[in-house]
T-cell receptor, first 111, second 114 residues
Framework: EDKVVQSPLSLVVHEGDTVTLNCSYEVTNFRSLLWYKQEKKAPTFLFMLTSSGIEKKSGRLSSILDKKELSSILNITATQTGDSAIYLCAVEAGGAQKLVFGQGTRLTINP | DTAVSQTPKYLVTQMGNDKSIKCEQNLGHDTMYWYKQDSKKFLKIMFSYNNKELIINETVPNRFSPKSPDKAHLNLHINSLELGDSAVYFC?????????????FGNGTRLTVT
């Protein structure tokens, strides 16, 4: 069965800290790995990763995929209270059109 | 300009009732989905439709029936609601002919069955 596991499940840090969120997967026919941020409503798209070792960056957020280790990390530097959210990792697997989600990491940034 | 919109936002109903949730997307995408997010925030796919054709039908009780009148709409009808159906239901869409097209989610419908 396809599986995506995220760690930690919960993380509390102070504003200005740097955090690293982890995602590992066991899926058949891997196509891509995606990161989403979920605040109160809809998950919003952050990154899509398909190639190993190529970092994607958007402002203070960056992410990289390691296909050998079947994992990805999401880094957030100089965290702000607005970064508080649940971060979801998802893998597209077993053919198109199906995302398998991890259970999410709840990140809390304290002022 | 809401890209994926679902109604209602909140739905509180009693066990045994039948209810529907509607979803519309104005992104011109060819594929739409229903996901269920439980109290532990786990998002699981239920159904997907590509150009009105059912593509994915995960292990979901047959009390749940999706209907896609056209490729911009995907509704979810639930019969004989049970307590365990309480969750947030998200509609989403994507353009599957574009490999780099991620899912776009609606804001969710919080269903509470009492």
């Amino acid at each position: 069965e396809d599986k995506v596991v995220q760690s930690p499940l919960s993380l509390v840090v102070h504003e200005g800290d740097t955090v690293t969120l982890n995602c590992s997967y066991e899926v058949t026919n891997f196509r891509s790995l995606l990161w989403y941020k979920q605040e109160k409503k809809a998950p919003t798209f952050l990154f899509m990763l398909t190639s190993s070792g190529i970092e994607k960056k958007s402002g203070r957020l960056s992410s990289i995929l390691d296909k050998k280790e079947l994992s990805s990390i999401l880094n957030i530097t100089a965290t702000q209270t607005g970064d508080s959210a649940i971060y979801l990792c998802a893998v597209e697997a077993g053919g198109a059109q199906k995302l398998v989600f991890g259970q999410g990491t709840r990140l809390t940034i304290n002022p | 300009d809401t890209a994926v919109s679902q109604t209602p936002k909140y739905l509180v109903t009693q066990m045994g009732n039948d209810k529907s949730i509607k979803c519309e997307q104005n992104l011109g995408h060819d594929t739409m989905y229903w996901y269920k997010q439980d109290s532990k925030k786990f998002l699981k796919i239920m159904f997907s439709y590509n150009n009105k054709e059912l593509i994915i039908n995960e292990t979901v009780p047959n009390r749940f029936s999706p209907k896609s009148p056209d490729k911009a709409h995907l509704n979810l009808h639930i019969n004989s609601l049970e307590l365990g159906d309480s969750a947030v239901y998200f509609c989403a869409s994507s353009q599957t002919s574009n490999y780099n097209s991620p899912l776009h989610f609606g804001n969710g419908t919080r269903l509470t069955v009492t």
